[in-house]
C-alpha cells in the first residue's frame, strides 16, 4: 500500500474524567484525572434530540464538534467516518432483553438508536451535512480501521473528513462478556498534507497490530476498558508534538502512524 499523508486540522476527545483534548494533555502531563463528569454536552443536537438520544450518540457528537470547531471548518460539507467495535449497548441489552420475553413492546425510538450509523445519522441531520458519511465496526480494531478509511477518503479525493469513534459502558449480560466499563470518544478532522504548520502523519499499513510509548497509568487503565482508547498513543504523539505508534486496524495487521514534528 502506498503510505498516506494527512494532517490534523482538529481534535476532540471526551471521556468523564477528561472532557477535551486540553485535559487530556495535563492527564499526560501528570495531572490527576478532573472529578467525573456524567454526561457530554452535545450542544451540536437540539434540547429535544439531546433528550432522547443514546448516550453513544452524546459521546460521538461531543467529539465530533469539538473536532470541527478547533479545524474552524464548516460541518455541513464536511464528509464523515464513523466508528465504534460496539454501538450503543446499552440499547442493544435493551432490544435483546423485550425481544425474548415481548417482543410487541418493542420501542420504535430504541430500535431506531440500535442501528450502528445512529451516530452518523444524528450528526448529519443536526449540522444538515450532505457529504458522505459511514459507520465502521471492526472490534477492538475500530479506531484503526476507522482511521485507514478516513486517511484513504481525504488523500483520494483530496478533501477534509471527520473521524469519529467511541463507544460506551456496557450492560448486562452482553457488558459482562465485552468488559468495556466507561465512555470514551475521540474525534480528528484530517485532510490532505499541505499546511506544514499543521500536524503531519505519515501512515502505512504494517504485519504487527500494537506499539507505542509508554503511557501514563490512568491512560492505560482507559485503554483497557474502552476499545475506543485505543486512539491514545496517537492523542499522546499529538499532545507531544512528535512520534509514532502502530494502532490495530484489523485481527493481524496494523497502521504505523509516524508523526512529523512541526516548524
Known sequence: MTALRVQIEGIGLWTPQATDFDAL???LGGDVPLESVTRPTASALSINERRRAPESVLVAMEVALQAVNMSRRSADSLACVFASAYGDQATTDYMCR?????????SPTRFHNSV???SAGYWTIATDCHAPSSAI???PA???????EAAVQACAQQCPVLLVC???AGVGPLGELIGCQLA???ALVLSPAAD???PQLNLALVEETSRHALLPATCTAWMRDNPSAACLPLMAMLANNGGECVVAASAQRGLLVKMEVSA
Do not use: I, W
Open 184 to 186: 470514551f470518544g475521540a
Open 137 to 139: 465496526c471492526a472490534g
Open 116 to 118: 450502528h450509523n445512529a
Open 25 to 27: 494533555r495535563r492527564v
Open 166 to 168: 467511541s463507544d460506551t
Open 196 to 198: 506544514g504548520r499543521m
Open 98 to 106: 423485550v425481544l425474548a420475553k415481548t417482543p410487541t413492546e418493542l
Open 142 to 148: 475500530s479506531f484503526g480501521a476507522g482511521l485507514l
